[in-house]
């Protein structure tokens, strides 16, 4: 099993970045090959150049793609599972995480395809982990929870994935009143991807 990680948090002393670790343990002790694209680590470009606006905006494919938008592809093309860890900031992901989207998503391979180029394949199972200050109760009273599924799994995920679903780590205002249910939470979701991309 060939699993990738699309991390964003610019800092190691997060509990974030606790959780992926936690998960990258979980993961490796089922044998599988963990890949992570650290987002803040790798300097991503989250913002598109004008000759990339140009390619996608007019949808002009015969123009080059960035090799580091290339190198995300060949990872997304090399993964059973697809996995994104973020922190919930102001209702949605990191911008970096955003500025991924804007990027590896390029027109002829995420979307309008053509017969000519590579099209990104249908990924059996995609995952979106976040941490959250609020109480996922509370991210549901008011609509946030909902807000965030629709654009990550609806949208961002859509059609490209066969399986998705979002887990919201809420709660950590108050840390280590969630602390081991997060980490439970962690644990089972190996079989989850057992069962959707055995």
């Known amino acids: 099993m060939n699993i990738l990680i699309v991390y964003s948090h610019p800092s190691e002393k997060s ?5 992926l670790i936690q998960l990258k343990t979980a993961l490796e002790q089922q044998d599988w090959n963990v890949e992570i694209s650290d987002l803040y ?22 123009r080059p793609i960035s090799i580091d938008v290339l190198m995300e592809h060949k ?18 992901c990191p911008a970096k995480l955003k500025g ?25 199972y995609g995952l979106v982990i976040c941490t959250a200050g609020y109480s996922f109760e509370l991210l549901t009273e008011t609509g946030i929870a909902q807000s965030m599924q629709t654009i990550m799994l609806d949208d961002r995920l859509g059609k490209r994935f066969e399986n998705k679903e979002m887990l919201i780590l809420g709660g950590t205002l108050e840390i280590e ?4 249910q997060h980490k439970k939470q962690i644990e089972e979701l190996t079989n989850k991807i057992k069962d959707y991309c055995a």
């Open 15 to 19: 509990y974030t970045f606790e959780i």
């Open 41 to 62: 680590a790798m300097n991503f470009r989250s913002d598109m150049t004008e000759q990339e606006y140009e390619r996608e905006g007019f949808a002009k494919t015969e």
């Open 75 to 92: 990872k997304i093309e090399n993964a059973d599972c697809v996995i994104f860890l973020y922190p919930v900031w102001w209702s949605d």
């Open 100 to 124: 991924w989207f804007d990027r590896v998503y390029s027109v002829g391979y995420a979307y309008k395809h053509q017969p000519e180029l590579r099209k990104m394949k249908s990924i059996k």
């Open 177 to 180: 009143k969630v602390r081991q």
